[in-house]
């Protein structure tokens, strides 16, 4: 069972994340014979507060990636309309990249304006939930465990894949 | 007297959830007469307020929930699938910015954290 192990850190529950150019994106760059800019590598955080993943408009525009969509948001002062662009986000392991990612091949990412230091890219619900295959007709579940921590899981591609976030030391 | 009718929370939230499947009815929604205006600097503000103008003609015209695209001050057509649009999108204006919508009477409203306006300028 593919699987990716993280430490509980302070600054919440964070991941390695590598952030590239969408898949139809990247196929339509190479048929018209187009340079393709190589995925950039950063720190996420997850974020269960947000339904949308959030990338660092740094990363965006590093890599390129124009705003096509938009969507609605609440803030205090009222909705606002934002900006949304398509990307490829995948959660790995830096310390051992023959692990297995978990890939999203296309999701629609909030554009981050000033993100910290640390986190540039926020993993929402929605990631989350299409790793576990979430629908109206597939309900799905997440574990949480007061020992061990939060343990998110899914299906995908018949393989099931895990997130464990450990409050104890990762072990080797 | 009343009886008490509290239960413990844990109770509550475990037979809340448990099988059921999440209710789409629970997404915050707002009407398309109520969009809000694209922020001035953004990429697409323009294709945003065009969109904003042009979505009661839309839906009037049978159009509710199919896929438009929009380039500067410009619809370049209306397709079933947001798959069907954005080929035409990537065709059209790869690596550019244009406005690819869902046409919606009501649109969902997504909810973002306070960790995520924490971020924003």
Redesign the interface.
Known sequence: MPKLVFPVLADGLLVDVVIGVDGATTAALFSSGQPITAPVPARGAIDTGSDVTAVSTAILQRLGIPTQYRTTTRTASGILSVNVAKASVAVRDARDPTRQELVEPALSVMELTTPPAMVEVLIGLDFLLAANSCSMARPCSFRWSPEQGVIYHGERDRLWSMIYFLRSAVPS | MNKDTRKPMHRDAGDQ?R????R?DET?T?AYT??????PD???ANE?NLYRREVGRLLAEGHENRWVLIKGQEIIGIWDTEADA??V???KY????????QVRRR???????????A???
């Open positions: 959830g099988g059921q499947p999440l789409s915050p707002i109520e969009l809000p205006d694209g922020s953004s990429p697409t945003w954005r080929a999108a990537l065709q790869l690596m550019q910015p244009c406005l690819i919508q649109e969902p409203i997504v909810r973002m954290s306070a960790r995520f306006w971020c924003q300028s």
